[in-house]
């Protein structure tokens, strides 16, 4: 169980029927959620609300026989968190889960949804290493050039945190290597300024720019930390273009 998932199950306001039906889905005692469904169905006038908070629960648990069960008996599909906002299947794509979030497409969620920050599932799935959830919400519809609140495209988010499988998966589903956040950084930037090295290597080999400039006039060279491998690579691939450009000099 995740943390999310161990305070939503002890916040406030839950009835002693939720209670017991958030224990069962957390022990994966899938053959008592049909006694558990049932008893809030007939004893809350409000169940459909009650059994779709039981949904955010199950997905954070990464309970899918539980979550297809609540999914039978009426929980909403696109019921959102307090916190952030989001839908089952951002919470699903955050978590990596490529059966939950098929399952949750499959059901009908909504893949465009965003979060409180502008994220999609899509966005989110980027910061993990599956490149099976990446092709099947793109599959599903979901744009690989979706920006968030803040301009950064799933590559952005990938490349940033150096998630190498991610980048490619990202770029062969048709990525933009120069796409642009909010504050100028392209791909390259963020990978150079956390010092990807891998992600920044193919970034390169890929073709994106080195000499792209962000809003506070800064190449990827200038981005990445002072000894850092990133820098070696870039200052490299630099002098490997200048050399390719003499020779292509005629004199």
Same mark, same amino acid.
Do not use: Y
């Given at each position: 169980m995740t943390k999310i998932a161990s305070d939503i199950s002890a916040a406030g306001g839950l009835s002693n029927d939720e209670k017991r039906l958030f224990r069962e889905i957390a022990s994966g005692h899938d053959e008592a959620l049909g006694v558990a469904?049932?008893?809030?169905?007939? %004893?809350?006038? %409000?169940?459909?609300?009650? $059994? &779709?908070? #039981? $949904?955010?629960? %199950?997905?954070?648990c990464d309970a899918l026989s539980a979550s297809k069960q609540l999914v039978r008996h009426g929980a909403r599909l696109e019921v959102r968190d307090q916190a952030l906002w989001r839908t089952p299947l951002i919470i699903a794509g955050s978590l990596g889960?490529?059966?939950?979030? +098929? !399952? $949750?497409l499959e059901a +009908?969620?909504?893949?465009?949804?965003?979060?409180?920050? +502008?994220?999609?599932?899509?966005?989110? #799935? &980027?910061?993990?290493?599956s490149t099976a959830l990446i092709e099947l919400l793109i599959a599903h519809g979901s744009d690989p050039e979706h920006r968030n609140d803040l301009g950064w495209t799933p590559l952005i988010s990938a490349s940033a945190i150096g998630n190498l499988k991610t980048v490619n998966a990202l770029i062969k589903q048709g990525a933009n290597l120069e796409s642009r956040a909010v504050l100028g950084w392209t791909p390259l930037i963020v990978a150079s300024q956390s010092g990807s090295a891998d992600v920044v290597?193919?970034?390169?080999?890929? *073709?994106? @720019? @080195?000499?792209?400039?962000?809003? !506070? *006039?800064?190449?990827?060279? $200038? %981005?990445?930390?002072? +000894?850092? #491998?990133?820098t070696e690579i870039l200052m490299c691939s630099a002098a490997c273009s200048h050399a390719e450009g003499c020779k292509s000099m005629k004199f």
């Amino acid at each position: 169980m995740t943390k999310i998932a161990s305070d939503i199950s002890a916040a406030g306001g839950l009835s002693n029927d939720e209670k017991r039906l958030f224990r069962e889905i957390a022990s994966g005692h899938d053959e008592a959620l049909g006694v558990a469904i049932p008893a809030i169905e007939s %004893a809350c006038p %409000a169940s459909v609300v009650r $059994l &779709s908070r #039981a $949904l955010l629960f %199950a997905v954070h648990c990464d309970a899918l026989s539980a979550s297809k069960q609540l999914v039978r008996h009426g929980a909403r599909l696109e019921v959102r968190d307090q916190a952030l906002w989001r839908t089952p299947l951002i919470i699903a794509g955050s978590l990596g889960s490529t059966q939950m979030v +098929g !399952f $949750l497409l499959e059901a +009908g969620a909504d893949v465009h949804a965003e979060d409180d920050f +502008g994220n999609t599932a899509l966005c989110v #799935a &980027s910061e993990t290493d599956s490149t099976a959830l990446i092709e099947l919400l793109i599959a599903h519809g979901s744009d690989p050039e979706h920006r968030n609140d803040l301009g950064w495209t799933p590559l952005i988010s990938a490349s940033a945190i150096g998630n190498l499988k991610t980048v490619n998966a990202l770029i062969k589903q048709g990525a933009n290597l120069e796409s642009r956040a909010v504050l100028g950084w392209t791909p390259l930037i963020v990978a150079s300024q956390s010092g990807s090295a891998d992600v920044v290597s193919r970034l390169l080999e890929l *073709g994106a @720019r @080195r000499d792209a400039i962000d809003c !506070f *006039g800064r190449t990827a060279l $200038l %981005a990445s930390q002072e +000894g850092q #491998a990133t820098t070696e690579i870039l200052m490299c691939s630099a002098a490997c273009s200048h050399a390719e450009g003499c020779k292509s000099m005629k004199f």
